[in-house]
């Protein structure tokens, strides 16, 4: 089945400063990867998302790459505010209509110092 | 309001006892989900319906019942046979077959600790 392990466990980063957070897959047959982001005591929303056509994908502040040969995906935080302070979770899906499907990362707890 | 919502939000337990948190939807959704969060451990399946009266095992569904005898509503039993119960429940939906995206929609989940 599919693995996906993500990178930091914990970041911390001065207000203004970027934040890159890294996963790479497995399955070579993922095709659909999202990026939720779950504020403290809120539930995980989706903030992002990229399938295996498009190699970038950009909304405002947040973007998403994908190497799909390399079988690793980043999501890029530019100009951090306090309010993105949050745990971040990649997942991957071998099947982009399924959501049953997806595979979790460990998570990433981001932090932006005033 | 349309959205998820899972009860209880705390709830405590003693050992031996089986726990069944609730979760409804007014998203029209057919596809529901449970999730078990553990820090450091992200989002893990434990059991999935897609339609009523019918659910799968996801992949730590040991110790753990569902039901689905409403669309509207999967509630989740933690039986006494759960060794480690003590963690952050998610319950979700997704969009119905053919229409999915793959996105989930959360509650705002349950934390149960084990006394």
């Known amino acids: 089945g599919e693995n996906v392990e993500q990178h930091p466990s914990t970041l911390s980063v001065q207000e203004g400063d970027s934040a890159v957070i890294k996963c790479t897959y497995s399955?070579?047959?993922?095709?659909?990867f999202p990026w939720y982001k779950q504020e403290l005591g809120k539930r995980p929303q989706l903030i992002i998302d990229?399938?295996?056509?498009?190699g970038e994908k950009k909304d405002q502040r947040i973007a998403v790459t994908l190497n799909k040969t390399a079988k690793h995906f980043s999501l890029h935080i530019t100009e951090t505010q306090p309010e993105d302070s949050a745990v971040y979770f990649c997942?991957?899906?071998?099947?982009?209509?399924?959501?049953?499907?997806?595979?979790f990362g460990s998570g990433t707890q981001l932090t932006v110092l005033p | 309001d349309g959205g998820i919502t899972q009860s209880p939000k705390y709830l405590f337990r003693k050992e031996g006892q089986n726990v069944t948190l609730s979760c409804e939807q007014n998203?029209?959704?057919?596809?529901m989900y449970w999730y078990r969060q553990d820090p450091g451990q992200g989002l893990r399946l434990i059991y999935y319906?897609?339609?009523?009266?019918?659910?799968q095992k996801g992949d730590i569904a040991e110790g753990y019942s569902v039901s689905r005898e409403k669309k509207e509503s999967f509630p989740l039993t933690v039986t006494s046979a759960q060794k480690n119960p003590t963690a952050f429940y998610l319950c979700?939906?997704?969009?119905?077959?053919?229409?999915?995206?793959?996105?989930?929609?959360f509650g705002e989940g349950s934390r149960l600790t084990v006394l």
């Open positions: 990229i399938r295996s056509n498009v």
């Open positions: 998203l029209n959704h057919d596809a």
């Open positions: 997942a991957a899906t071998p099947s982009s209509g399924s959501a049953r499907q997806l595979t």
């Open positions: 979700a939906s997704s969009l119905p077959s053919g229409r999915d995206t793959g996105e989930l929609f």
């Open positions: 399955d070579s047959a993922s095709n659909y």
């Open positions: 319906s897609q339609i009523v009266n019918d659910f």
